[in-house]
């Protein structure tokens, strides 16, 4: 099972319509940068896993478009499958110019850069499939060679094969560097790639397609956009190289600026990534006050418990699944968000407690953090916490808890904690009187059947 990808729609009439995470601010940022430099540089953008780059590089690719500018988006791990990420960006760029072409109607000498450009660029093709090739299976013209063992002539041959290849290099970046001035000079520069996805690839072809950024495009007026998460980067170094090279070192040298995404605050994520999957999943059976309710418990536990990202949206999954296999009696949405969090981040003390083992007590005891994020909601923590003390609880057991809070209720001078205590002390005497005749008092039967199908699924990411 895969946490799904959440495609967010970014309108070019009101690119920030969707930015749940808010990121308008930052992305008007890099834009300021971006213009700010127009020589041009090669920037890395650093996020966790999750924190919303892809959709981040959507705004700033659609706020440029708005502007005029050349961009070309690059998704590096759909060109992973194959050997050379040159042919892979040649092929996007030729599509992102024959789009920006039919925009620039107004400047005819731009567009005849462009077509200059696209001609020379793809002269670069028998170069690169030539390099590719010598290295897995030599031509009849190389075998001779060998055979006769004529050393000179090997040599001689590859020295002209690399100053073809460098000919033809040279020619490229000459065309782009004049394209890029023009552009400049027009005020619509410089021209930006933005490559996403480059820490899923193969470790091979990620840093192909490094060395292709640092030798084939450094050009005054291009920009490289680069999103990536710097520690599965370095770990691709390391395949590579050895575990001993100093991979940080290596990637400075190919990047100009380090820029870290900033991760969203959680109460935002989490009401992005729960809507999102519940849509996703075509679950229209919640009203709004039931939603609120599992959004704000999600994040006050997920920052009790110091949950990542990623965990959060394990938890949003699991807790879509959850409600599909709930029966008609479903238990409260609340109490089943917050076993998704322990399932998460506690799960031995979730086993525990689903088996039987410990108590609802127990388990807030052993989680004071958990325990005080849940009374933070408010009125909100009523039911969930009823629903934790309750649902696994006997009668007799669930009478003994009504008791002791009824005693703390009469000793509470606070009026606010007294009147929780109050409601609190209802909502078990209700699941007393509703569940009589069952093997508990509460939700505990429905509760293993919700949430024994998402127990079977172990999660791997999407994209973001």
Not at 95 to 117: F, N
Not at 342 to 351: N, P
Request: net charge negative.
């Amino acid at each position: 099972m895969f946490i799904p990808r959440i495609p967010v729609e970014v309108p070019a009439d009101d690119i920030f319509r969707n930015d749940a995470l808010k990121r308008e601010k930052s992305v008007d940022a890099l834009s300021q940068l971006i213009f700010g430099v127009p020589g041009g540089f090669v920037l890395s953008m650093d996020g966790s896993w999750g924190s919303g780059k892809s959709t981040f590089l959507k705004f700033l690719q659609t706020k440029l478009r708005n502007e005029g500018r050349l961009v070309v988006p690059f998704d590096a791990w759909e060109a992973d499958f194959l050997e050379e990420p040159l042919i892979a960006l040649l092929s996007t760029l030729e599509s992102s110019v024959k789009e920006y072409s039919k925009s620039s109607s107004s400047h005819p000498d731009i567009a005849a850069l462009l077509d200059r450009l696209m001609k020379t660029a793809w002269q670069l093709g028998p170069v690169v499939m030539k390099g590719a090739i010598k290295y897995v299976l030599r031509t009849d013209e190389d075998l001779e060679t060998f055979f006769s063992s004529s050393a000179e002539k090997m040599v001689e041959m590859q020295v002209k094969r690399f100053e073809c290849a460098r000919k033809e290099l040279d020619d490229f970046r000459a065309r782009l560097g004049d394209l890029a001035q023009r552009m400049s000079e027009a005020g619509l520069g410089p021209v930006v790639f933005i490559v996403d996805e480059l820490d899923r690839c193969r470790p091979t072809y990620a840093i192909q397609l490094l060395e292709c950024v640092k030798h084939l495009f450094k050009v005054e007026g291009v920009t490289f956009i680069l999103a990536v998460d710097r520690g599965q980067l370095e770990k691709a170094v390391g395949v590579i190289y050895g575990m001993e090279v100093h991979a940080a070192g290596y990637l400075r040298k190919f990047f100009d600026i380090d820029y870290r995404l900033p991760d969203p605050s959680i109460e935002s994520y989490c009401g992005y990534r729960l809507r999102a999957v519940l849509s996703l999943r075509g679950r229209s059976d919640f009203d709004k006050h039931e939603l609120s309710e599992c959004l704000t418990l999600l994040a006050l536990s997920s920052k009790a418990l110091s949950l990542t990202l990623r965990e959060i949206n394990e938890c949003c999954t699991r807790f879509v699944i959850a409600l599909s296999a709930a029966t008609k009696r479903r238990p409260p949405a609340s109490a089943l968000i917050l076993l998704c969090v322990l399932r998460v981040k506690e799960r031995e003390k979730y086993k525990l407690y689903t088996s039987r083992a410990l108590t609802g007590r127990q388990l807030l005891a052993e989680l004071p953090q958990f325990h005080q994020a849940i009374q933070g909601s408010g009125d909100d923590s009523i039911p969930a916490l009823g629903m934790i003390y309750s649902a696994f609880a006997t009668h007799s057991e669930v009478k003994t808890l009504i008791a002791e809070f009824s005693k703390e209720a009469d000793e509470e001078t606070n009026e606010s904690r007294k009147k929780q205590l109050g409601w609190l002390i209802a909502y078990l005497e209700w699941m007393t009187q509703a569940f009589v005749g069952a093997p508990g008092a509460g939700f505990g039967n429905e509760i293993v059947l919700s949430m024994e199908l998402q127990e079977s699924f172990e999660f791997s990411a999407s994209t973001e």
